[in-house]
T-cell receptor, first 112, second 115 residues
Framework: DAGVIQSPRHEVTEMGQEVTLRCKPISGHDYLFWYRQTMMRGLELLIYFNNNVPIDDSGMPEDRFSAKMPNASFSTLKIQPSEPRDSAVYFC??????????FGPGTRLTVL | AQSVSQHNHHVILSEAASLELGCNYSYGGTVNLFWYVQYPGQHLQLLLKYFSGDPLVKGIKGFEAEFIKSKFSFNLRKPSVQWSDTAEYFCAVNAQDTGRRALTFGSGTRLQVQP
C-alpha cells in the first residue's frame, strides 16, 4: 500500500484566498483524521471521520475551516478565506480502529 | 478533557548516551498510550503502543516505554542512542472510557544526538 497520500506537499497563498488540502487514506481504514502542527500549539486534532461521517469537529478553529469526506478514499480540508495565522503543517492520518494512526507526509501551508 | 505533558522540550545527547523522555497524562481512567516519532522532513510514525498487559512495552529501533499507572506516566527509554535517532518524539493518549475515538498529543520533545 502507498500509505496516506496528501496533496499538495507545499502551498503558498495570499491572505484571503481559498485553500484546499487533499487526502487519500489507506484503503480499508475506516477512520480519517486531520491535524494541524505549529510551533506554538504543537499537534492539534481538527476533525475526524468514521466511515465518511464527521464525528468530532470540535478542533476546527472557526467557520473558515471546513472538511468533507465524500467517499472512503478521499477527504478535503478547505480554508476560506485564509489568514497568515493559518500557516502550519496539516497532516492527514487514517486508521483501521482509530488507535494506531498512519500519518501522511503533510502539507506545509504558508499564507502571506 | 485529558491532556498530555512532555516536560523536556529539547534534549541534546551524545551518541551512546542513554535516553529517557518524560510523558505524563491527566486522566484517571483506562488509557491507551503511544509514542510517535517524526524524523526531520518526514511524517509521524508509530514507535510503540500500550493497550494493556505488561507495562513495559518494547517498540522498534530499540526503544521501550514503561507505563506507571500510579504516576500517570509513560516514559520513553533507549539505553544507547544513535545519531539517526535525531527526531521529534510525541507522546499520545486515548482515554478509553470517554468514547472519543481520537488521540491527544503532547507538545513533543526534540532530540538532537551529536556524533
Amino acid at each position: 500500500d502507498a500509505g496516506v497520500i496528501q496533496s499538495p506537499r507545499h502551498e503558498v497563498t495570499e491572505m484571503g484566498q481559498e485553500v484546499t488540502l487533499r487526502c487519500k487514506p489507506i484503503s480499508g481504514h475506516d477512520y480519517l483524521f486531520w491535524y494541524r502542527q505549529t510551533m506554538m500549539r504543537g499537534l492539534e486534532l481538527l476533525i475526524y471521520f468514521n466511515n465518511n461521517v464527521p464525528i468530532d469537529d470540535s478542533g476546527m478553529p472557526e467557520d473558515r475551516f471546513s472538511a468533507k469526506m465524500p467517499n472512503a478514499s478521499f477527504s478535503t480540508l478547505k480554508i476560506q478565506p485564509s489568514e497568515p495565522r493559518d500557516s502550519a503543517v496539516y497532516f492527514c492520518a487514517s486508521s483501521r480502529d482509530f488507535l494506531e494512526q498512519f500519518f501522511g507526509p503533510g502539507t506545509r501551508l504558508t499564507v502571506l | 478533557a485529558q491532556s498530555v505533558s512532555q516536560h523536556n522540550h529539547h534534549v541534546i545527547l551524545s551518541e551512546a548516551a542513554s535516553l529517557e523522555l518524560g510523558c505524563n497524562y491527566s486522566y484517571g481512567g483506562t488509557v491507551n498510550l503511544f509514542w510517535y516519532v517524526q524524523y526531520p522532513g518526514q511524517h509521524l510514525q508509530l514507535l510503540l503502543k500500550y493497550f494493556s498487559g505488561d507495562p513495559l512495552v518494547k517498540g522498534i529501533k530499540g526503544f521501550e516505554a514503561e507505563f506507571i499507572k500510579s504516576k500517570f506516566s509513560f516514559n520513553l527509554r533507549k539505553p544507547s542512542v544513535q545519531w539517526s535517532d535525531t527526531a521529534e518524539y510525541f507522546c499520545a493518549v486515548n482515554a478509553q472510557d470517554t468514547g472519543r475515538r481520537a488521540l491527544t498529543f503532547g507538545s513533543g520533545t526534540r532530540l538532537q544526538v551529536q556524533p
